[in-house]
Protein backbone atom coordinates (compact mmCIF):
# COMPACT_ATOMS: atom_id res chain seq x y z
CA UNK A 1 0.00 0.00 0.00
CA UNK A 2 1.37 3.55 -0.95
CA UNK A 3 1.44 5.18 2.16
CA UNK A 4 3.16 8.92 2.86
CA UNK A 5 3.14 10.66 5.92
CA UNK A 6 4.19 14.21 6.51
CA UNK A 7 5.75 15.66 9.44
CA UNK A 8 7.35 18.64 11.21
CA UNK A 9 4.48 21.41 11.14
CA UNK A 10 3.82 23.40 13.52
CA UNK A 11 3.45 27.39 15.01
CA UNK A 12 6.43 29.33 14.19
CA UNK A 13 7.01 33.28 14.60
CA UNK A 14 7.26 35.46 11.31
CA UNK A 15 10.75 35.23 10.31
CA UNK A 16 11.62 31.67 11.69
CA UNK A 17 12.26 28.38 9.68
CA UNK A 18 10.58 24.74 9.67
CA UNK A 19 11.85 21.71 8.02
CA UNK A 20 8.80 19.60 6.97
CA UNK A 21 9.65 15.74 6.26
CA UNK A 22 7.50 13.36 4.29
CA UNK A 23 8.17 9.65 4.82
CA UNK A 24 7.26 7.13 2.14
CA UNK A 25 6.89 3.23 1.62
CA UNK A 26 4.83 0.79 -0.45
CA UNK A 27 6.21 1.85 -3.33
CA UNK A 28 10.53 2.85 -4.90
CA UNK A 29 10.50 5.63 -3.70
CA UNK A 30 13.81 6.34 -6.13
CA UNK A 31 11.79 5.71 -8.94
CA UNK A 32 9.25 9.03 -8.57
CA UNK A 33 10.04 12.45 -8.82
CA UNK A 34 7.88 14.47 -5.31
CA UNK A 35 6.10 17.41 -4.77
CA UNK A 36 4.90 19.94 -2.20
CA UNK A 37 1.43 21.41 -2.53
CA UNK A 38 -0.02 23.90 0.33
CA UNK A 39 -3.52 25.14 0.86
CA UNK A 40 -4.28 28.31 3.25
CA UNK A 41 -6.69 27.58 5.25
CA UNK A 42 -10.22 27.57 3.52
CA UNK A 43 -8.55 28.08 0.38
CA UNK A 44 -7.33 26.19 -2.95
CA UNK A 45 -4.33 24.27 -3.40
CA UNK A 46 -1.53 26.19 -4.74
CA UNK A 47 1.84 24.04 -6.08
CA UNK A 48 5.18 24.89 -4.15
CA UNK A 49 8.12 22.56 -5.47
CA UNK A 50 9.16 19.70 -7.50
CA UNK A 51 12.21 17.63 -7.52
CA UNK A 52 13.01 14.56 -9.95
CA UNK A 53 13.38 11.19 -8.95
CA UNK A 54 17.45 11.58 -8.48
CA UNK A 55 17.07 15.17 -7.40
CA UNK A 56 18.92 16.43 -10.34
CA UNK A 57 15.82 18.64 -11.11
CA UNK A 58 14.18 20.81 -9.36
CA UNK A 59 11.59 24.07 -9.21
CA UNK A 60 10.08 26.28 -7.26
CA UNK A 61 6.85 28.57 -7.32
CA UNK A 62 7.51 31.66 -8.25
CA UNK A 63 6.37 33.22 -4.96
CA UNK A 64 8.89 31.69 -2.88
CA UNK A 65 11.26 33.89 -3.64
CA UNK A 66 14.23 31.45 -2.68
CA UNK A 67 12.46 30.79 0.95
CA UNK A 68 12.42 27.40 0.64
CA UNK A 69 14.30 24.43 -0.53
CA UNK A 70 13.05 21.10 -1.25
CA UNK A 71 15.61 17.67 -1.13
CA UNK A 72 15.32 14.33 -0.99
CA UNK A 73 17.09 10.98 0.69
CA UNK A 74 16.61 8.48 -1.70
CA UNK A 75 17.65 5.56 0.88
CA UNK A 76 15.92 6.84 3.70
CA UNK A 77 12.42 7.33 1.36
CA UNK A 78 12.40 10.60 2.72
CA UNK A 79 11.14 13.84 0.90
CA UNK A 80 12.12 17.88 2.89
CA UNK A 81 10.69 21.24 2.69
CA UNK A 82 13.17 23.52 4.43
CA UNK A 83 10.89 26.49 5.27
CA UNK A 84 13.02 30.06 6.01
CA UNK A 85 12.05 33.17 6.52
CA UNK A 86 9.07 32.03 6.85
CA UNK A 87 5.75 35.12 7.05
CA UNK A 88 1.96 34.69 7.81
CA UNK A 89 1.01 34.21 4.00
CA UNK A 90 2.79 31.06 4.35
CA UNK A 91 0.20 29.46 6.84
CA UNK A 92 -1.33 26.51 5.46
CA UNK A 93 -1.45 22.23 5.30
CA UNK A 94 1.66 21.23 3.14
CA UNK A 95 1.14 18.11 1.46
CA UNK A 96 3.77 15.70 -0.53
CA UNK A 97 2.62 14.50 -3.59
CA UNK A 98 3.81 11.29 -5.49
CA UNK A 99 4.94 12.19 -9.17
CA UNK A 100 4.02 14.04 -12.11
CA UNK A 101 0.77 13.39 -12.02
CA UNK A 102 0.39 13.77 -8.13
CA UNK A 103 -1.08 10.31 -8.10
CA UNK A 104 -1.27 9.67 -3.90
CA UNK A 105 -1.27 12.85 -1.69
CA UNK A 106 0.19 12.67 2.20
CA UNK A 107 -2.32 13.59 5.11
CA UNK A 108 -0.94 16.97 4.97
CA UNK A 109 0.96 18.89 7.96
CA UNK A 110 -0.26 22.04 9.24
CA UNK A 111 2.42 25.32 9.02
CA UNK A 112 0.99 28.42 11.33
CA UNK A 113 3.06 31.50 11.32
CA UNK A 114 2.25 33.61 13.72
CA UNK A 115 3.82 36.28 16.34
CA UNK B 1 -0.22 29.26 -17.15
CA UNK B 2 -3.56 30.65 -15.85
CA UNK B 3 -6.37 27.70 -15.06
CA UNK B 4 -9.72 29.14 -14.75
CA UNK B 5 -12.82 26.42 -13.93
CA UNK B 6 -16.63 27.04 -14.44
CA UNK B 7 -18.80 26.77 -12.54
CA UNK B 8 -17.43 27.66 -8.93
CA UNK B 9 -20.06 26.20 -7.28
CA UNK B 10 -22.02 23.24 -8.76
CA UNK B 11 -25.24 22.15 -7.03
CA UNK B 12 -26.52 18.48 -7.92
CA UNK B 13 -29.28 16.21 -7.73
CA UNK B 14 -28.32 12.97 -6.98
CA UNK B 15 -28.48 9.78 -10.01
CA UNK B 16 -28.33 13.24 -12.08
CA UNK B 17 -25.24 14.32 -14.47
CA UNK B 18 -22.71 16.80 -13.98
CA UNK B 19 -19.89 18.46 -15.67
CA UNK B 20 -17.21 21.16 -14.85
CA UNK B 21 -15.32 23.22 -17.53
CA UNK B 22 -11.89 23.84 -17.01
CA UNK B 23 -9.75 26.14 -19.07
CA UNK B 24 -6.21 26.97 -19.72
CA UNK B 25 -4.21 30.11 -20.57
CA UNK B 26 -1.91 28.00 -22.88
CA UNK B 27 -2.37 24.53 -24.78
CA UNK B 28 -1.82 21.54 -22.65
CA UNK B 29 -0.87 19.29 -25.32
CA UNK B 30 2.60 18.09 -25.74
CA UNK B 31 3.79 17.03 -28.94
CA UNK B 32 3.55 13.24 -27.53
CA UNK B 33 0.00 14.04 -27.88
CA UNK B 34 -0.96 13.65 -24.63
CA UNK B 35 -2.75 16.56 -22.66
CA UNK B 36 -1.17 17.21 -19.42
CA UNK B 37 -4.51 18.13 -17.59
CA UNK B 38 -5.07 15.63 -14.53
CA UNK B 39 -8.78 16.27 -12.49
CA UNK B 40 -8.45 15.83 -8.14
CA UNK B 41 -11.58 15.67 -5.38
CA UNK B 42 -10.71 16.75 -2.57
CA UNK B 43 -13.62 15.43 0.14
CA UNK B 44 -14.33 17.13 3.20
CA UNK B 45 -11.62 16.63 5.39
CA UNK B 46 -9.46 14.99 3.63
CA UNK B 47 -6.55 15.02 1.15
CA UNK B 48 -6.91 15.83 -2.53
CA UNK B 49 -7.42 12.47 -4.90
CA UNK B 50 -6.34 11.96 -8.40
CA UNK B 51 -8.89 11.32 -10.13
CA UNK B 52 -8.50 11.77 -14.16
CA UNK B 53 -4.58 11.91 -15.64
CA UNK B 54 -3.43 13.36 -18.92
CA UNK B 55 -6.64 14.55 -19.65
CA UNK B 56 -9.25 11.19 -19.59
CA UNK B 57 -7.47 8.38 -18.04
CA UNK B 58 -9.58 7.47 -14.96
CA UNK B 59 -7.14 6.41 -12.01
CA UNK B 60 -6.61 3.18 -10.47
CA UNK B 61 -10.30 2.80 -8.41
CA UNK B 62 -11.86 5.31 -9.78
CA UNK B 63 -15.70 5.01 -10.63
CA UNK B 64 -16.65 4.46 -14.11
CA UNK B 65 -18.93 7.65 -13.68
CA UNK B 66 -16.13 9.86 -13.99
CA UNK B 67 -15.15 10.53 -17.10
CA UNK B 68 -12.63 13.60 -18.71
CA UNK B 69 -12.23 15.11 -21.91
CA UNK B 70 -11.02 17.90 -24.04
CA UNK B 71 -7.78 19.33 -25.50
CA UNK B 72 -5.28 21.48 -26.17
CA UNK B 73 -6.85 24.31 -23.92
CA UNK B 74 -10.55 23.16 -22.82
CA UNK B 75 -11.38 20.10 -20.73
CA UNK B 76 -14.24 18.72 -18.74
CA UNK B 77 -14.88 16.71 -16.03
CA UNK B 78 -18.56 14.49 -16.25
CA UNK B 79 -20.02 13.00 -13.77
CA UNK B 80 -22.62 10.36 -15.59
CA UNK B 81 -24.77 10.15 -12.59
CA UNK B 82 -23.91 12.02 -8.91
CA UNK B 83 -23.93 10.21 -5.65
CA UNK B 84 -23.76 12.03 -2.17
CA UNK B 85 -20.14 10.67 -2.07
CA UNK B 86 -19.16 12.73 -4.95
CA UNK B 87 -19.51 15.97 -3.00
CA UNK B 88 -16.66 18.16 -2.42
CA UNK B 89 -14.25 20.81 -4.23
CA UNK B 90 -13.05 19.57 -7.71
CA UNK B 91 -10.11 21.13 -8.92
CA UNK B 92 -7.97 20.45 -12.54
CA UNK B 93 -4.42 20.91 -12.50
CA UNK B 94 -1.83 21.57 -15.58
CA UNK B 95 1.55 19.79 -15.67
CA UNK B 96 2.93 20.58 -18.96
CA UNK B 97 5.54 23.45 -17.70
CA UNK B 98 6.73 21.91 -14.34
CA UNK B 99 8.17 25.29 -13.05
CA UNK B 100 4.79 27.04 -13.80
CA UNK B 101 2.84 23.71 -12.38
CA UNK B 102 -1.04 25.57 -11.61
CA UNK B 103 -4.01 24.44 -10.10
CA UNK B 104 -7.85 26.17 -10.94
CA UNK B 105 -9.74 27.69 -8.13
CA UNK B 106 -11.43 25.11 -7.62
CA UNK B 107 -15.45 23.80 -8.09
CA UNK B 108 -17.66 23.32 -4.93
CA UNK B 109 -20.42 19.99 -5.76
CA UNK B 110 -22.87 20.30 -3.51
CA UNK B 111 -26.28 18.15 -2.89
CA UNK B 112 -29.26 20.38 -3.51
Known amino acids: EVQLVESGGGLVKPGGSLRLSCVVS????????MNWVRQAPGKGLEWVSSISSSGTYIFYTDSLKGRFSISRDNPRNSLYLQMNSLRAEDTAIYYC????????WGQGTLVTVSS | IVMTQSPLSLPVTPGEPASISCRSS???????????LHWYLQKPGQSPQLLIYLGSNRASGVPDRFSGSGSGTDFTLTISRVEADDVGVYYC??????????FGPGTKVVIK
Open chain 2, 93 to 102: MQALQTPQIA
Open chain 2, 26 to 36: LSLLHSNGNNY
Open chain 1, 97 to 104: ARSRSFDF
Open chain 1, 26 to 33: GFTFSNYS
